[in-house]
């Protein structure tokens, strides 16, 4: 039991954290006089030097755990580690002045009861033990007076919380109201109109009518922040010419895949295992004149076909079976014949014919392989020379006079995959360097490498009228295109009204029963089930979807489903918003009981004891 309180009430002081670190910036600091024993003064409490220290070293322990490598007085004040730790223990001593105040205590037997019941003061019998009881103070740099009265502090915090939390029930309008939102349904007809609906396409635009659209929709057509970058590159295709190869090599690589290019006639088969011949001819017996199936077969073993899948295989792998299973049709089984695993039946389910690939064919393949690869050697034997070149001071052009690299410029942005943009390692590169960074060599997923200078960024920029045509002319078809479609959508929507029947439309339509707004309708605008959910029972509307029209009515408004997921999403809400409200008002609690305490900081005491973790 006591160990419990102690998890529960440190938990909830966890989360007061964030509120109650913000409320300490408004501490009195002062310095008091006399003998230097508390850091704080928390109402009728106080917070003591020895607890402060403790609570620092124990979260010092901790982060340094974390790390691996020990943190220092200076990173844990960087980390706002000794505010934390402060903020913590002053929100302790504010809970617990107005317990004080309150007479509020869990008594001498309520609080032995609670340390025998502790786990590590226990011997091996499960009974108390003192001397367990003494040790695990002292490593804790306890006293038994002080343990106490911190168990008899958070034991009573515990009481005060509860009795907070207790009885705390929020209304039902909001969970009601959030279910209702997330569950209820919809039921309506849609009917689409596209390119095809409109009596004749919409026309090529002017010179004129681009430009003017052009002009209209600015943020349409901008080019990203873009940098310019000029690049030294050395790929393997570059040095294929310096590779010398001769016709051995090659041929000791084909011998080496030799199974890959020459294989034998092989099938695909499952096998199915019995544990003796008997049960395997009962098997086949019920297959030819039982009207069962392979598949019921294996089932009845608890098997599945993956179990007995083997895949293609050549006859050299099925022994004495290689025969009729090689004879036999496609779907035919087999057997029993002998196997590795006993007697078995055999499936065939295909046949692969041998393949056979001569040298001739695959040799000029097999050479530019081994050309290449000896050419990624070359470069990767060059690139430390090429390294030590720029550290230097060579400049990416002189490296293309030294090294025979290629030089060239790209303009990138994150839009760019063109070229050398498409190499990932490239583009992580291009994404960090500075005007202010050195070339150096990098490698490509190839084996190529590559060096890059950053020339000058480009902010975002309108894009010229004549880079983006295109784009233009296309955003304006797709424009009219809807225009003209919306215009027919609301002739029909006119017409629809008063006779309510979309056969009528011509058009293709679909109902949808009892959706929630949470459904997806593929060909449908991102909002579509939100506009749905607008809509007042009977309501036409004319909506755009990527490049169509829609014409919808909301045909029935329905509640939420009554089952299981309503029942358990209510209990779930429910919950939810009583702790919430519980919570808040505990918050309310320690904010009043704080701002009441009036703690006041001794900073020349926590400067000592801050200075002894130096």
Known sequence: MAAGVKTFSRTFVWILMGLLIVGLAGFGAVNMSGTVRTVAQVGNQTVSVDSYAREMQRELRAIEAQAGQPVTMVQAREMGLDQIVLARLVALASIDSEVQDLGISIGDENLQQEIVEIPAFQGPDGQFDREAYDFQLEQVGLNEAEFEADLRRESARTLVQGAVFAGVEMPDTLSDTLIEYLLSRRSFTVATLDSSALEAPVAAPTDTEVQAFYDENPDGFVLPETKRLTYALLSPEMLLDQVELDAEAVRRLYDER?????????????????????????????????????????????????????????????????????????????????????????????????????????????????????????????????????????????????????????????????????????????????????????????????????????????????????????????????????????????????????????????????????????????????????????????????????????????????????????????????????????????????????????????????????
């Open 258 to 614: 030799e199974s890959q290019y020459n294989q034998p006639e092989r099938r695909l088969i499952e096998r199915l295992p019995f544990a003796d011949e008997d049960a395997a001819n009962s098997a086949k017996a019920q297959l030819e004149v039982g009207g069962t199936t392979f598949e019921q077969l294996v089932s009845d073993r608890r098997l599945s076909l993956v179990d007995v899948d083997l895949g293609d295989v050549p006859a050299s792998d099925l022994g004495e079976a290689a025969e009729a299973v090689f004879a036999a049709e496609i779907g035919d089984v087999v057997g029993p014949l002998p196997s590795s695993l006993g007697p078995a039946l055999f499936r065939v389910n295909g046949t692969l014919e041998a393949r056979v690939t001569a040298f001739e064919d695959v040799a000029d393949e097999l050479r530019d392989e081994l050309a290449a690869e000896r050419a990624r050697r070359l470069i990767e034997a060059q690139a430390e020379d090429v390294n030590d070149l720029l550290a230097g001071g060579a400049t990416l052009e002189e490296l293309a006079d030294e090294v025979e690299m290629e030089i060239g410029q790209i303009d990138w942005s994150e839009e760019a995959f063109d070229g050398i943009a498409a190499y990932d390692a490239f583009r992580n590169r291009a994404a960090s360097v500075t005007a202010d960074d050195f070339p150096e060599v990098d490698f490509l997923e190839d084996g190529s490498i590559f060096a890059i200078r950053l020339e000058e960024v480009l902010p975002e920029r309108p894009e010229p009228l004549e880079q983006a045509r295109d784009r233009v002319v296309s955003s304006w078809t797709l424009a009219e295109t809807d225009k003209a479609l919306r215009a027919q959508a609301e002739t029909i929507l006119t017409d629809l009204a008063v006779s309510g029947d979309f056969t009528e439309t011509g058009l293709p339509f679909r109902v949808e029963n009892g959706l929630t707004r949470t459904a997806y309708l593929e060909g449908t605008p991102a909002d579509f089930m939100n506009q749905i959910f607008e809509m007042e029972q009977g309501e036409l509307r004319v909506t755009s979807g990527p490049g169509v029209v829609l014409i919808v009515r909301l045909d029935e408004t329905l509640p939420p489903v009554e089952n299981e997921e309503l029942a358990a999403m209510q209990t779930a809400f429910g919950e939810q918003m009583n702790q919430a409200l519980a919570q808040n008002l505990f918050d309310a609690f320690v904010r009043d009981a704080q701002t009441r305490a009036r703690p006041t900081v001794d900073q020349r005491a926590l400067n000592a004891v801050q200075s002894s973790f130096q």
